[in-house]
């Protein structure tokens, strides 16, 4: 079991560019979960997937973000126009149902310049 | 979105000192699980529990489940260097999705 897989593990980006970050969960898991995690605010829900179907974006901060979820091995976290603001790690999660544990990614650290 | 209240926020402990962290919730909660995150990872699993008074032991780490269903407490014996990391709560209602703590950084001095 390879884990929940993130790539790139970091980026950096002038403000302005489109970022997207991307997300492999673990094979069987059905939810997804994106979070973000600064100093300042911890650990922020933005959100999750429940069979692929978005059921919860009410932490996503604004219209640039959005998220999607072709299929059950990939989800995508795009955020266009990125902003110096929107520096942070970005996690994914996933695990079976909403239930038990999450598995989280290793992360990618964004940096907005 | 909601967080659970941890404390203390940071903790700089000599190695070999035992360690205790807690965590409380203005809601009722039936699962509570207890992560720690070391630097440049995402949150790892240590401890699951299920039952109102559960206390529940991973190696030298021991969690419970509050008896009021509010709070949760983590203990670390004997702490080393390896220790070093944010220990994050997690609490869920039902089948909620997971509410996470604010978390405690742990420090080992040497």
């Known amino acids: 079991d390879a884990g929940v897989i993130q790539s790139p593990r970091h980026e950096v980006t002038e403000m302005g560019q489109e970022v997207t970050l991307r997300c492999k969960p673990i094979s069987g898991h059905n939810s997804l979960f994106w979070y973000r995690q600064t100093m300042m605010r911890g650990l922020e829900l933005l959100i999750y997937?429940?069979?692929?179907?978005?059921?919860?974006d009410s932490g996503m901060p604004e219209d640039r973000f959005s998220a999607k979820m072709p299929n059950a091995s990939f989800s995508t976290l795009k955020i266009q126009p990125s902003e110096p603001r929107d520096s942070a790690v970005y996690f994914c999660?996933?695990?079976f149902g909403t239930g038990d544990g999450y598995t989280f990614g290793s992360g990618t650290r964004l940096t907005v310049v | 979105g909601q967080q659970l209240n941890q404390s203390p926020q940071s903790m700089f402990i000599q190695e070999g000192e035992d360690v205790s962290m807690n965590c409380t919730s203005s809601?009722?909660?039936?699962?509570w699980l207890w992560y720690k995150q070391e630097p440049g990872e995402g949150p790892v699993l240590l401890i699951a529990l299920y039952k109102a008074g559960e206390l529940t032991s991973n190696g030298r780490l021991t969690a419970q489940f509050g008896i009021t269903r509010k709070d949760s407490f983590l203990n670390i014996s004997a702490s080393i260097p390896s220790d070093v990391g944010i220990y994050f709560c997690a609490g869920r209602r039902g089948n909620e999705k997971l509410t996470f703590g604010t978390g405690t950084r742990l420090t080992i001095i040497p």
């Open positions: 809601s009722i909660f039936n699962t």
């Open positions: 999660a996933s695990s």
């Open positions: 997937f429940n069979n692929n179907v978005p059921i919860d």
